[in-house]
């Protein structure tokens, strides 16, 4: 199981990059598919940075991080951060919706790995714990 989260986290470290390259684009993206879909308008607003920190970066060292912690095994820690990660993402989903009534391609596709990385670390916390308690 930490294999597979690893590899959704490094999946996740793709997607946060491309959206990274985008933040800092000022051409047209082949993520720009109509007005309803446009990762240039999420990732040009101001909800797309924190402290002039790109959000797209802080994504990419959460994925780095999930990708460390399960392949140390570190479950607990990596429910924490992994939970963490699933409620900024959709508070941004949020924003997405309500306020820039855009979606970011990158953003959704980094949502459904996110949730994936989360229920797959919950699966494999529950797991262990079923086989401590037949111990």
Known sequence: ??????FLALAGMV?????????????????????????????????????HVPVAAVGIAGYLALAGLALAQRRSVLAVLAGLALGFSLYLTYIEKSVLQVYCLY?????????????????????????????
């Open 15 to 51: 997607v946060s990059t491309l959206a990274l390259r985008v933040h800092y684009s000022t051409g047209t993206e082949p993520c720009d598919i109509n007005e309803k879909w446009d990762c240039g308008v999420v990732n040009h607003s101001s909800y797309a940075e924190i402290a």
């Open 107 to 135: 953003c959704v596709i980094s949502l459904g790995i996110i949730a994936l990385v989360a229920i797959l670390n919950l699966g494999w916390m529950f797991a262990a714990f079923r086989v401590r308690q037949r111990t």
């Open 1 to 6: 199981m930490r294999f597979l989260i690893a």
